[in-house]
T-cell receptor
Framework: DVKVTQSSRYLVKRTGEKVFLECVQDMDHENMFWYRQDPGLGLRLIYF???????EKGDIPEGYSVSREKKERFSLILESASTNQTSMYLC????????????FGPGTRLTVT | GQNIDQPTEMTATEGAIVQINCTYQ??????LFWYQQHAGEAPTFLSY????GLEEKGRFSSFLSRSKGYSYLLLKELQMKDSASYLCAVRSYDYKLSFGAGTTVTVRA
C-alpha cells in the first residue's frame, strides 16, 4: 500500500506568517496533489505536480505556492497566512497507471488566528 | 470545469441497502471514482468506473451511465462501520479529480 504522510496533524499559525505543509510519499509515484477540504464544499484542488520541479495550478491556487524538489516530497506554502485559509489540507499521490487512484495522507488541520 | 452533485445526508438502518446518487456535468470525462471518508480521517478509494455499467466489489457496487452523467454507489448489508462520508469524484483528461461535496451516511441500529 502507498503510504502518504503529512508533517503535522494540527497546526495553529498567526495571520501573516509563512506556513509550510510537507507531504511525503513512499511509493515512487509521479503525481502529487494538494487539496483543501471545507464543510459543504468538498475537496478542492490547490496545486498538483506531474514530476519533480513541475507544478500546475488547480482550481484555487491564490494565496498558495508549491515546491517539488524531490519525487517523494511535495510542499505547500502559504506565503502570508490569512484566516480564510483555516481549513483541512490533504495531500495525495497517484501513479500514472490506468486506474490512477489517488492515495491520501491523514490531513493537516490548519487554524490561522 | 466540472459540476458534481450528490445528496448531503442519508440515514439507513443496519442491514439495509442505501444508494447514493451522483450527477455530473463535465467538460471532459475520464473516469468516475467513489471514496469513503470516516470523520477525521483521509479519504480511501472504493471504486472506479470508466465504462457504462455496474462494478461490484463485495458489499459495495458502483454504476455509471456516461450518456446521463450519472453514477450511484450501492451499499448493501449496511454495517455500523459504514457510517461515513462518501465522495463522488470525476476525472478529467488531464487527470485532475473534481469532487462533489460528499454524502454523509448515518447507519442506525
Amino acid at each position: 500500500d502507498v503510504k502518504v504522510t503529512q508533517s503535522s496533524r494540527y497546526l495553529v499559525k498567526r495571520t501573516g506568517e509563512k506556513v509550510f505543509l510537507e507531504c511525503v510519499q513512499d511509493m515512487d509515484h509521479e503525481n502529487m496533489f494538494w487539496y483543501r477540504q471545507d464543510p459543504g464544499l468538498g475537496l478542492r484542488l490547490i496545486y498538483f505536480s506531474y514530476d519533480v520541479k513541475m507544478k500546475e495550478k488547480g482550481d484555487i491556487p491564490e494565496g498558495y505556492s508549491v515546491s517539488r524538489e524531490k519525487k517523494e516530497r511535495f510542499s505547500l506554502i502559504l506565503e502570508s497566512a490569512s484566516t480564510n485559509q483555516t481549513s483541512m489540507y490533504l495531500c495525495a499521490a497517484a501513479t500514472g497507471a490506468s486506474t490512477y487512484e489517488q492515495y491520501f495522507g491523514p490531513g493537516t488541520r490548519l487554524t490561522v488566528t | 470545469g466540472q459540476n458534481i452533485d450528490q445528496p448531503t445526508e442519508m440515514t439507513a438502518t443496519e442491514g439495509a441497502i442505501v444508494q447514493i446518487n451522483c450527477t455530473y456535468q463535465t467538460s471532459g470525462f475520464n473516469g468516475l471514482f467513489w471514496y469513503q471518508q470516516h470523520a477525521g480521517e483521509a479519504p480511501t478509494f472504493l471504486s472506479y468506473n470508466v465504462l457504462d455499467g455496474l462494478e461490484e466489489k463485495g458489499r459495495f457496487s458502483s454504476f455509471l451511465s456516461r450518456s446521463k452523467g450519472y453514477s450511484y454507489l450501492l451499499l448493501k448489508e449496511l454495517q455500523m462501520k459504514d457510517s461515513a462520508s462518501y465522495l463522488c469524484a470525476v476525472r478529467s483528461y488531464d487527470y485532475k479529480l473534481s469532487f462533489g461535496a460528499g454524502t454523509t451516511v448515518t447507519v442506525r441500529a
